[in-house]
Nanobody, 122 residues
C-alpha cells in the first residue's frame, strides 16, 4: 500500500511558477508509475502528466506541454510537478496518484493523495 501527500499548492499570478510535490510512504514507490491529475469546480478530473516507474518516460496533457514538467526522485519517494507560465485555466485541485502503468484514465491508478489547491489569478 502507498500513501501519498501533496504539497506546494497556493495562489500565484498568471505567468508565475509553482512546484508541487507528492511524498509517498512505503518502500515500493519506485515500482509505481505516477500521475498528476487536476479537477476544477464543475469539471471532471483530468490527466495532467505522468511518469514511468524509472522516470524514463513522461507524458503530458497537450495544454500543459512546454509549461509543466513532471519528475521523480525514487531515493526520496517523491514526485514533482514543476508548473511554469501558469494560466488562470490551470486553477484546480491537483492530485497525485500511483498505479501500475502511466495512463490518462483515473481508474487505472490505485492510490491517491488528498489534493492541493492551485489558484492562478489573472
Amino acid at each position: 500500500q502507498v500513501q501519498l501527500v501533496e504539497s506546494g499548492g497556493g495562489l500565484v499570478q498568471a505567468g508565475g511558477s509553482l512546484r508541487l510535490s507528492c511524498a509517498a510512504s512505503g518502500r515500493t514507490f519506485s515500482s509505481y508509475a505516477m500521475g498528476w491529475f487536476r479537477q476544477a469546480p464543475g469539471k471532471e478530473r483530468e490527466f495532467v502528466a505522468g511518469i514511468s516507474y524509472s522516470g524514463g518516460s513522461t507524458y503530458y496533457l497537450d495544454s500543459v506541454k512546454g509549461r509543466f514538467t513532471i519528475s521523480r526522485d525514487n531515493a526520496k519517494n517523491t514526485v514533482y510537478l514543476q508548473m511554469n507560465s501558469v494560466k488562470p485555466e490551470d486553477t484546480a485541485v491537483y492530485y497525485c496518484a500511483a498505479g501500475g502503468i502511466v495512463d490518462t484514465k483515473a481508474y487505472e491508478y490505485a492510490y491517491w493523495g488528498q489534493g492541493t489547491q492551485v489558484t492562478v489569478s489573472s
